[in-house]
């Protein structure tokens, strides 16, 4: 059984910064895919980030380039999604999701079967 376990949400003032942890167990190879998404209130979730463990291939959602990045330690079996500069935009809960196949090109909701309970993110002006 896959399971993830996010964690290090808060509430933060514009253009400052906060790091998202997302530690996976159940997966017995080395190379899977972790995406990160986001629920805006009265939005629909959309896809933030996403990499494929153990290729450092990774996504970017237009709106967060050159503010997050996503990373991993391998030997936490731990993902990060770095978010600096952030916007009060940039609030909503954040969830991250595993798959053992996904797009390599961009990052679609449908491949990812394994989802973490989420945590909230709060950017104030």
């Known amino acids: 059984q896959v399971h993830l376990v996010e964690s290090g949400g808060g509430s933060v003032q514009s253009g400052e910064s906060l790091r998202l942890s997302c530690t996976v167990s159940?997966?017995?190879?080395?190379?899977?895919?972790v995406g990160w998404f986001r629920r805006a209130p009265g939005k629909e979730r959309e896809g933030v980030a996403r990499i494929i463990t153990g290729t450092g291939i990774t996504y970017l959602a237009d709106s967060v380039k050159g503010r997050f990045t996503v990373s991993q330690d391998s030997a936490k079996n731990t993902l990060y999604l770095q978010m600096n500069s952030l916007k009060p935009e940039d609030t909503a809960m954040y969830y991250c999701?595993?798959?053992?196949?996904?797009?390599?090109?961009?990052?679609?909701?449908?491949?990812?079967?394994?989802w973490g309970q989420g945590t909230q993110v709060t950017v104030s002006s």
């Open positions: 999701a595993a798959a053992l196949f996904c797009d390599m090109v961009t990052l679609k909701q449908a491949d990812f079967a394994y």
């Open positions: 159940g997966y017995r190879g080395s190379r899977y895919c």
